[in-house]
């Protein structure tokens, strides 16, 4: 069984803070990418950050300068700071990651069950 669980989501004020994090657990041989997606009510699913097991980081361009994706690879957990929040932030907040199991050769994506954060005065 793997999974992906988040945490730190919350109300919050227009250009106030938020720290979320992502721990994945389970039979995990390796960790890829891992990403943090967003979902506001009616709207499609995107994507807000993402990380390499490298390092390498990717940005949607709302975010930048904002938010920043980090990871643990020892704790195999992701984290996702949010600066200055703005209203138009408020969405569930989703971690993907890029997971190769005990026993597989292949990587699959996995899904966290998501986390509120709105951002409201």
């Known amino acids: 069984q793997v999974q992906l669980v988040e945490s730190g989501g919350g109300l919050v004020q227009p250009g106030g803070s938020l720290r979320l994090s992502c721990v994945a657990s389970g039979s995990i041989s390796r960790i890829n990418t891992m990403g943090w997606y967003r979902q506001a009510p009616g709207q499609q699913r995107d994507m807000v950050a993402l990380?390499?097991?490298?390092?390498?980081?990717v940005y949607v361009d709302s975010v930048k300068g904002r938010f920043t994706v980090s990871r643990d690879n020892v704790k195999t957990t992701a984290y996702l700071q949010m600066n200055s929040l703005k209203p138009e932030d408020t969405a569930v907040y989703y971690c993907?990651?890029?997971?190769?199991?005990?026993?597989?050769?292949?990587?699959?994506?996995?899904w966290g069950q998501g986390t509120q954060v709105t951002v409201s005065s």
């Open positions: 993907n990651a890029d997971l190769l199991l005990r026993g597989s050769d292949s990587y699959r994506q996995y």
């Open positions: 990380i390499t097991s490298g390092g390498r980081t």
